[in-house]
């Protein structure tokens, strides 16, 4: 299976800033196979990114993604409270499907 | 707007069957595919199986012997079966509608179900 790898773990952001979070394949995903979820204290995940760079549906375009292969990049550009959360990837382009550790924003 | 809901027991004794559903609304099941994804407390998620708008079902191989998914068109349901359950099987288990083009089995994942909390405890 592949195995993704999430980094960094956890990261202490301000309002306003960058947030670049990493996802590393340790196989090429196919066709960019990749999505991103984030998920909320209590709450289920929610769809923002699949397509490696497609933003689901009512998701805000400060949430970007991008990469290829074994490299995949969330990008959310200008943070915001709201957008503290756990934010996982997950590869659908080999059976099974998985999903990487999850990176932790604080805002 | 498609909008899922789980109901089913949290409170399970050992080598029980957990049995949970998922209720669509907003859509008709037929026209979908559905899958169960679960989460260990603190941990990341795992797949647990699909079904297809075929009624093909498909479970992670961690887990074929002991799962079942299924379908109920005349509710607008789907269901997961889990038999002789023990500790490891404690998670936040989610239902949620399955995207894929099919050039894989494989897809991702919208519109969740609000999860539930299933403890398996003697």
């Known amino acids: 299976e592949i195995v993704l790898t999430q980094s960094p773990g956890t990261l202490s952001l301000s309002p306003g800033e960058r947030a670049t979070l990493s996802c590393r394949a340790g196989q090429s995903v196919s066709s960019g196979y990749l999505a991103w979820y984030q998920q909320k204290p209590g709450q289920a995940p929610r769809l923002l990114i699949y397509g490696a760079s497609n933003r689901a549906p009512d998701i805000p375009d400060r949430f970007s993604g991008r990469g290829s292969r074994t490299d995949f990049t969330l990008t959310i550009s200008r943070l915001e409270p709201e957008d503290s959360a756990v934010y996982y990837c997950?590869?659908?382009?080999?059976?099974?499907?998985?999903f990487g550790q999850g990176t932790k924003v604080e805002i | 707007q498609v909008q899922l809901h789980q109901s089913g027991p949290g409170l399970m004794r050992p080598s029980e069957t957990l049995s949970l559903t998922c209720t669509v609304s907003g859509t008709s099941v037929r026209n979908y595919h559905w899958s169960w994804i679960r989460q260990p407390p603190g941990k990341s998620l795992e797949l647990v199986g699909y079904i297809f708008s075929s009624g093909t079902p498909h479970y992670d191989f961690s887990l074929e012997s002991r799962v079942t998914i299924s379908v109920d068109t005349s509710k607008n349901q789907f269901s997961l079966t889990l038999t002789s359950v023990t500790a490891a099987d404690t998670a936040f288990y989610y239902c949620?509608?399955?995207?894929?083009?099919?050039?894989?089995?494989?897809?991702?994942?919208?519109?969740w179900g609000q999860g539930t909390l299933v403890t398996v405890s003697s």
């Open positions: 949620a509608r399955l995207y894929t083009d099919m050039t894989t089995i494989d897809g991702y994942f919208g519109d």
């Open positions: 997950q590869q659908y382009a080999a059976s099974p499907g998985t």
